[in-house]
């Protein structure tokens, strides 16, 4: 159970900031491989992880993804887009925990976005009171034969699908 809450605890911070929310009107990012390296520090303890995988994406799961962040039960959702930079606010409840969160997500052209985003969780979920994730994504090309929009393809090789199958 502690494992799957923080994995629920990364993904709602991740998704909150993904460089794909076409209501604030930022730009759309190029169709096909991404490189994501991501940074995270967990407190308390300053517990630090990094890591990187590669996600095959398309404007569809991009749209869709983002309509997932917006539509999350518990959760409410403010965000802008003005000179190349997207900003967001939410406010969730899982359980009995409220989560604030804040980010940024600065475009670099089509094919590179850097984003920023902190969350506090009152009481600790997880034992995690506060979280800062920074995550670098860069087009790298096209998707590999046979994978998917949706395809998240970790270090290890191992692939995991995100999207509609």
């Known amino acids: 159970m502690k494992k799957m809450n923080k994995k629920m605890l990364a993904s709602a911070a991740a998704t909150l900031v993904l460089p ?34 590669t996600l095959c994406r398309n404007h569809a799961y991009d ?6 962040a917006k539509t999350t039960k518990g959760c409410t959702l403010s965000e802008s887009f003005e000179g190349g930079k997207y900003s967001s606010q939410s406010h969730c409840v899982v359980g009995s925990t409220v989560i604030e969160s804040k980010g940024t997500v600065t475009f670099q052209g089509d094919t590179a976005t850097h984003s920023e985003t902190h969350a506090t969780y009152t009481p600790a979920m997880a034992g995690v009171s506060e979280t800062t994730m920074i995550m670098d994504q860069k087009y790298v090309g096209s998707c590999p034969a046979g994978a998917v929009p949706g395809d998240r393809i970790g270090a290890d090789g191992k692939v995991t699908h995100l999207g509609k199958q």
């Not at 491989?33 to 995988?53: A, C, F, M, R, V």
Request: glycine share 8%; proline share 8%.
């Open 20 to 53: 794909i929310a076409n209501a604030a009107n930022p730009p759309e990012v190029k169709e096909g491989l991404w490189s994501i390296h991501t940074q995270s520090i967990d407190n308390p303890g300053n517990k630090k992880s990094e890591g990187t995988y």
């Open 63 to 68: 749209q869709a993804a983002q309509a997932r």
